[in-house]
Every structure is written in C-alpha cells, then in structure tokens.
Antibody, heavy 121, light 106 residues
C-alpha cells in the first residue's frame, strides 16, 4: 500500500523559512517522480513543484520559483520542500504526491494527507 | 503558461448524469486526468489518460477529451459523488490544475 506522510508544517512569520518532509513507503521510491501541491483554505489545488526520479529534472510554479527548493533522498525514501521568504499567500495545506511515472510532467496517482503551513505575524 | 478552465459548480439530481467540463487550448492533444476531493480529504485520481479508470473507481465514472475540452461524466450519480472535481494536464515543464468544480447532488 502506497503511503505518503508529510511533516514539518506549522506557524511561521513572514520572511522566515520552513522545511517540509514527506516519508514514502509501499512503492519503489526511486522509480517515480514526486510532487508538492498546495491548497489554500477554501481554494483549489495549486501545483507547487515536481522532481523526476533521479533529481535530473525539476519544475516550479511561477509563484514559488526562486523561493522554494524541492529535493529528494532516494536512499531515505524521502521528499523535501525548502520554503524561504515565506509570504502570507503561501498559507495552505501542502500535499506530497507520487507521480505516475519517472517524469514529473505527468499525472499524480497517490496523495498524502497534507501538512498545514500558516504564514502570519 | 498553460491554463485549464472549469465551471465553478454543477448540480445534478440523484440517478441522473453529471458532466463536468475542462477547457484548455488544444487540450485534446494532451492527456487529461481528473481528481475527486471530498471535504477534509485528499484528492483521489478517478480518471487518467482521458478515459481510463484506476482500480477501485466505479464504472459510472468516465471521461473523454477532444478539441479544446475534456469531460468527466458521472452516470447514475449518487449522493456519495458530491465533491470537488479537478482536471489536470501538463506541458513541457509544468503540471496544471483546473480551478475545480463543486458537484452538488440534490
């Protein structure tokens, strides 16, 4: 059974940093792309970032490019999102999601339960 | 960047057919997929590669994609199908979601 467990969310002041983690199990982690998707309270899904199986190709939404960095550690079956210069509009539930293939430009077939990030002073 | 447009809301009576559209420039030349999200839950993939159903998704869910529009169809809609539905596609460097459609079964 595929399991994705996010952690690292919390309350943070504007301009500060936060690092999210996602622990994956139930599949061969290093065969698949991984993603972060967020959902602001009462709003729709917004793709944040994706990384292919070997970290050789990475993409970001324009809204986070230059501030967020996605990475993965295939030896630890883990995905990360380093979030710097946080803004109030980054407040959202952040989901970790498994890609359908090794490339991140594809669909997302399994999702975690999410970790809540609140940016406020 | 690529954009997908969905109607904010669709209503359907129990047992009837619901259709949710997703529009994008030449969307039919790409694969589209659909997610269902119920309140307080994570999204679940219900249609991929335009019309395929993952294991465990009821047969009443179907999809099509042609021209500029992908359509999610729910036949014999049940109360349990009330949820938000999101279409998704991708380009060479981005994953794109539609804005979501709230399906109300009344």
């Amino acid at each position: 059974e595929v399991q994705l467990v996010e952690s690292g969310g919390g309350l943070v002041q504007p301009g500060r940093s936060l690092r999210l983690s996602c622990a994956a199990s139930g599949f061969t982690f290093d065969d698949y792309a991984m993603h972060w998707v967020r959902q602001a309270p009462g709003k729709g899904l917004e793709w944040v970032s994706g990384i292919n199986w070997n970290s050789g190709s990475i993409g970001y939404a324009d809204s986070v490019k230059g501030r967020f960095t996605i990475s993965r550690d295939n030896a630890k079956n883990s995905l990360y999102l380093q979030m710097n210069s946080l803004r109030a509009e980054d407040t959202a539930l952040y989901f970790c999601a498994k890609g359908y293939s090794g490339s991140y430009t594809h669909l997302l077939d399994y999702w975690g339960q999410g970790t809540l990030v609140t940016v406020s002073s | 960047s690529y954009e997908l447009t969905q109607p904010p809301s669709v209503s359907v009576s129990p047992g009837q057919t619901a259709s949710i559209t997703c529009s994008g420039d030449r969307l039919g030349e790409r694969y589209a997929c659909w997610y269902q999200q119920k309140p307080g839950q994570s999204p679940v993939l219900v249609i991929y590669q335009d019309s395929k159903r993952p294991s465990g998704i009821p047969e009443r869910f179907s999809g099509s994609n042609s021209g500029n529009t992908a359509i999610l169809t729910i036949s014999g809609t049940q109360a349990m199908d009330e949820a938000d539905y999101y279409c998704q596609a991708w380009d060479s460097s981005h994953v794109v979601f539609g804005g979501g459609t709230k399906l109300t079964v009344l």
